[in-house]
């Protein structure tokens, strides 16, 4: 695993430190800091772990320089260009696309698996009406933690695959009795012969006594959106999920605390956050004025679905849904949020603060503007970002388990007082 070393020399110890190195396929070479305290008496300092590699991974690259994302080394365009939503959460969960018969036999079993224990529902009579969709499914996906105590042995190969197939296929089920909840409709259940999408579709918009027949063209835009959003490298939330799993918790538990870390605006609440922008900034003519306030460091806003801590270009996950948005647009009607949006990318992307920086549109920049146009609540918009996640969130937790795994507990810089007496 070693393929070299570097010296770090410590001029006041008159110590010279041997650090190995290792070679990733992909990316920038690290350096193994774990002997450190041993030898030198050193901890390491980075805060918000811009530089830190906290894991081995074979699942998701990202090339931030050049604007490049790889699933099991296929670019998104590829894999968002041929896969589906289903075959793209295999990939990502056993490393190879999958068969013909493989993925049949996925799509069956996570048609088995998307049904929720009735009880569940009785959870939403606790639940205000227009509580936050994130704040019900962080407690509905940690109270399967109940129903599924055995997802506990995560030792037994087969139980983590169970774990996984549940939770993609059930997360779509929690999402839409969110919504039902919300809009005081029945609880539906699925059809059998429907896809992930347009069952996802048909859970949400069926009313009783209505006839409801999914777009396909709608199922096509949520199938690409999932895919993009499916798994991001070692993102807070996916951190959150590792740091939570190497505990050994409860599986349900530790994707719950992916979505409470997801739902942050810096990070997947962003999608509900833009949205929130673009209508305050309301017209064309106060883009400039919106533009001073994000450059502005008195001022804490920032310009939301721009800039990203691996991208130092193009998200190419928001040009490919730029692509598509048009064609939704064109059949849902016009948004003039759409205009608002690429007027203020163009006016970003000029300014020298966002050049200097190498700011530019991510993921969530446009993806609100599709689910607003399929009759997505604005606040239901990280609920969709969670459901897409979850494949890629399982796929890191059972990749952790299954290589083996220390509890993560990082170190600190204390500045605090210094021993005293009471
Ligand atoms: C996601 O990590 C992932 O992979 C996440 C994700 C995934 O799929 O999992 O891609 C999904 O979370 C996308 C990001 C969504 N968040 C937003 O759109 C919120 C707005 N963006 C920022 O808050 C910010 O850009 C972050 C949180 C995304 C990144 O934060 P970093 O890494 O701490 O920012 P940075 O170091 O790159 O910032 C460099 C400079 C700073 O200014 P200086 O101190 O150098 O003067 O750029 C400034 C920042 O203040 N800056 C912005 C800005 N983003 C960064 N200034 C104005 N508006 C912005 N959006």
Redesign the pocket.
């Known amino acids: 695993m070693v393929d070299r070393s570097v010296k770090l020399v410590d001029s006041q110890q008159g110590k010279e430190i041997e650090l190995p190195v290792y070679e990733p396929t992909l990316g920038r070479p690290v350096i193994d800091i774990a002997s450190l305290p041993k030898e030198a008496g050193y901890f390491t300092h980075d805060p ?1 772990f811009g530089v830190t590699s906290s894991c081995e991974s074979k699942i998701t690259f990202i090339d931030g320089g050049e604007g490049k994302l790889l699933y099991r080394g296929y670019s998104i365009e590829d894999v968002s260009e041929n896969l589906n939503y289903l075959d793209t959460a295999y990939l990502l969960y056993h490393g190879e696309v999958p068969t013909k018969e493989q993925s049949e036999a996925y799509t069956q079993k996570i048609k088995y698996y998307r049904l929720l224990n009735e009880r569940v529902h009785h959870f939403f009579d606790g639940f205000y009406y227009d509580a936050h969709p994130m704040a019900m499914m962080t407690g509905l996906v940690g109270s399967l933690a109940a129903f599924y105590p055995d997802a506990i042995d995560i030792n037994d190969e087969k139980m983590r695959e169970i774990t996984s197939l549940r939770l993609i296929a059930k997360m779509p089920m929690i999402a839409a009795a969110i919504y039902r909840h919300y809009k005081g409709y029945p609880v539906i259940y699925p059809e059998h012969n429907e896809g992930y999408t347009e069952s996802f579709l048909r859970l949400m918009f069926e009313r009783p006594g209505q006839d409801y027949e999914p777009d396909p063209l709608a199922a096509k835009a949520l199938d690409l959106l999932f895919i993009l ?1 499916a798994d ?2 070692q ?3 996916t951190s959150t999920v590792r740091l939570a799993g190497s505990t050994g918790t409860n599986p349900y538990a530790a994707i719950s605390a992916g979505i409470a870390s997801l739902w942050g ?4 609440g ?1 999608n509900e956050a833009v949205l929130n922008m673009l209508d305050e900034i309301g017209s064309v003519e106060n883009i400039p004025k919106f533009i001073e306030k ?2 502005d ?1 008195q001022d804490p806003f ?9 991208y130092r270009n193009y998200d190419p996950r928001a040009k490919i849904i730029q692509s598509i948005c048009y064609e939704i647009l064109e059949r849902y009607g016009d948004d003039p949020r759409m205009e608002l949006a690429m007027k203020l990318e163009e006016a970003a992307l000029k300014d020298d603060y966002f050049i200097e ?1 190498k ?1 530019y549109p ?3 920049f446009y993806s609100g503007i599709i689910y607003s146009a399929l009759g997505i609540p604005v606040n239901m918009f990280t609920v969709m970002f969670a459901i897409a996640r979850t494949s890629g969130w399982v796929a890191h937790w059972n990749e952790m388990v299954s290589d083996g795994y220390r509890i993560g507990r990082p170190r600190q810089l204390y500045t605090g007082n210094n021993i005293r007496k009471l």
């Open positions: 918000g959003h991001h490298e993102n807070a939330s605006p810096a990070h997947g962003a994000a450059k460091k920032k310009l939301m679905g721009f800039g990203h801590r691996v920086r700011l991510n993921v969530d």
